[in-house]
């Protein structure tokens, strides 16, 4: 479905190692992050126009995920999943500062990147993700709290509070892959008819594995308390890095709040955008608005 290489890099110092595709080198640098439940896979729309337009395309697989290993510690948080990312980009690749685009989890582990490294995310877009919890300062701003509705949520409340005995109750590769698909059809995340039976076919293949299925889950239970995180994260307050909010309005899970709370979190953005036709995974739904939105943000490292 999708020729491109599947690099590796061993990352001594995080004891692990990543999985990721690079296309364009020499291009100007970007880093594409997935989230839940998703692979790598879900930016493949957009590695070709991306490169053709000019950038340096690093897509990696987080920690658990995927092709990367699982976690030797076991943390599956946004800052050890970001500190992963910097050293494959930085360390390995070389990189001293890059561009980023993220959605879902993604989204998290790029705020706590932008912020615990200093001058390494030089401009980001994000899109369909939780805003930075900062709450006191939405409130400042008019912005209430604001969550998705039963049965929307379900979901996010049975991973986070009970992963042992979902992953007990999904236990062939086919209900596995059949709880997963779910996200890309009918629970609302995507906009209507965006994945075809054989779309949900590929991104849901990695998830067949319970091991994986079940680590994907660890991001979940930091919310219920049922994992610790590796550190605090680092977004404690608004950022400064130039910033893209776009919002797929086909999306039931991601509040539309979302853009309103970014504006506030970003003070030096851009939009926010509304990409009509788009969901949650608005990098596969619209690939096109993403790849072309994503080209005007940085057209002057472009050239």
Known sequence: MFDVSVHRAELPVRGLSLAYWREGVGG???VLLHGYPETKRIWARCVEPLVAAGFEVIVPDLRGYGDSDFAPDGFYDPPA???DVHALVHDVLGHECVGFAAGDVGGAVMYDLAERFDGFVERQAIFNTAAPFLEQLYAEHGILPERPGWPISDYAERQGSDGDGLIAELATPTARRAYVAAMYTHRLWAHPGTFTPDDVAWHTEPFADADRLRAAFGVYELMYGKRPLSEMPAMLA???????????????VVVESFVDRCAVAFPNHRGPFLVPGAG????WEQPHALCSALTLLFRDRLA
């Not at 890095?241 to 776009?246: C, K």
């Not at 949650?280 to 990098?283: A, D, S």
């Open 238 to 252: 608004p950022s400064e890095v130039e910033t893209l909010i776009l919002y797929g309005p086909s999306d039931h």
């Open 81 to 83: 999943y970001g500190r």
């Open 28 to 30: 100007y640098p970007l």
């Open 280 to 283: 949650h995974f608005l990098q």
